[in-house]
């Protein structure tokens, strides 16, 4: 009885945060998830894989609720193609946090857009921001669409400012140490392409284990330039250094991604 | 200002409703998930992976619930191995669907115990159903103790029979067909040993792609013998036939798991 009551009003102050939070945020683009047991590394934090996989999932349900989702795009016979990735992270996130994803739209171009996320904990404090960029294509073609002729998108356009440095352009990888991967069914999305975070999976685990135990990721670029296709055999390369750079060839050897990652010391 | 005095107020109340939401929580374990975009396969359907996950993951906070998880077991530096599981599939989730898990215990010898799962849609449609068999180790001596000595367990056991028929021993499979594969950063959960999952994920990768996109799994059998630890060369075994048969072995040659797959056509 006294549980019930304090869940229903406990739901109605949650909403009530959320409200204010969120209030002038044009499109209400708040998205609650929770750090599972599965998404964390044999240091109980939740990888960088997994917050990935949160991050493009806010990008997906916001574009969906304002218009511009997959599913609208695919009846235009459009689609969004993610360009570049900005990430940093203040405090890594512990299983079974709690956390918000905060995104909004805040500039486009003819051929690129931006989004920005801001991570939450429970208590408000932020835990890491992104910056991701995206181009939309034809399907048929596969040649870059106007976004700006999108009106739901032009719609949804924000003022506010990115919250990290944009994405970085990442020039040249000098490989010291390289694995090859084959593209396999547990890789692929829907498209039969490799999922986007799948890439930096395949990079992670080229880094020598002590990195994750005794280091801390402060900031990690993606560049994505083409796509990776079922049974393709890739090269993932790795070079050290202050930051820890990939590339991912495919067998013609065509750089399809390139990453940075960005440590402090714990 | 009125933010963080509701920030502060919230951390309270939710402290207060997860105590109260606890306690004396009965064995009556259900536990409700959603198939998020990242579950899915390129037919739009959960994984097995997913689903398997989700299934362990209730297991895992049922167990908590009722006072005999892994870190109440820990206290007594003790811990879960799961040995075998067989599960049944009536009709697949998809994406973005709300589906339950009910988890009980319903047998418990000295060195093995049964836990069972039913998965339900928000219809309240059967979609699934687990069986799945526990030992109990301690964690020095890396032997079995007798899980009818803990009384949290005891108390736990209900007379409700399983809904499957119990997970089956594989006795051998002879390979066609093989591949290596070396424990990474990405297979291990805390203890530095492959997630129980990620077996069946290197599994379904040794599959044809069309077995995902015509057929459908009926019923799939796992006995797990041993743990993969962090770096060793694993190589996965794939027999062909009206069940498709799979044998995990270490770089010695012994089987650490063998699984066989059930499947219909679509």
């Known amino acids: 009885m006294l549980a019930l009551a304090l869940h229903k009003f406990l739901r109605k102050l949650i909403y009530l945060r959320k409200q204010i939070e969120c209030r002038g945020m044009g499109m209400d683009g708040c998205y609650d998830y929770v750090v599972e047991p599965r998404d964390v590394d044999l240091t109980g934090r939740a990888t960088f894989v997994a917050v990935g996989n949160y991050v493009l999932q806010a990008a997906g349900e916001d574009a969906d609720r304002n218009g511009f989702g ?141 990195y994750i135990t005794d280091r801390t990721l402060a900031r990690v670029d993606i560049n994505y330039h083409h796509e990776a296709r079922y049974g393709e055999l890739l090269t993932i390369c790795f070079e050290d250094g202050p930051q820890s750079l990939f590339e991912i060839k495919n067998s013609e050897g065509v750089p399809i991604c390139r990453a940075s990652l960005g440590w402090r010391e714990r």
């Open 70 to 210: 997959l599913r609208d795009l695919n009846c235009s016979n459009c689609s969004w193609v993610l360009s570049r990735v900005a990430m940093e992270f203040d405090h890594w996130l512990m299983q079974y946090e709690r956390f918000s994803v905060r995104t909004w739209v805040n500039e486009v171009g003819r051929l690129m857009t931006t989004r920005n996320m801001v991570l939450t904990d429970e208590m408000g404090v932020r835990r890491g921001a992104a910056v991701t960029q995206w181009a939309m294509i034809d399907l048929d073609r596969r040649t870059p669409v106007d976004i700006r002729a999108n009106l739901d998108y032009a719609a949804a356009i924000r003022e506010e400012p990115s919250p990290i440095e944009k994405p970085q352009r990442i020039l040249r990888v000098t490989p010291v140490r390289t694995v090859a991967h084959r593209v396999s069914y547990s890789d692929i999305d829907f498209n039969r392409h490799a999922n986007s975070m799948k890439y930096m999976e395949w990079m992670f685990d080229l880094l020598p284990l002590e």
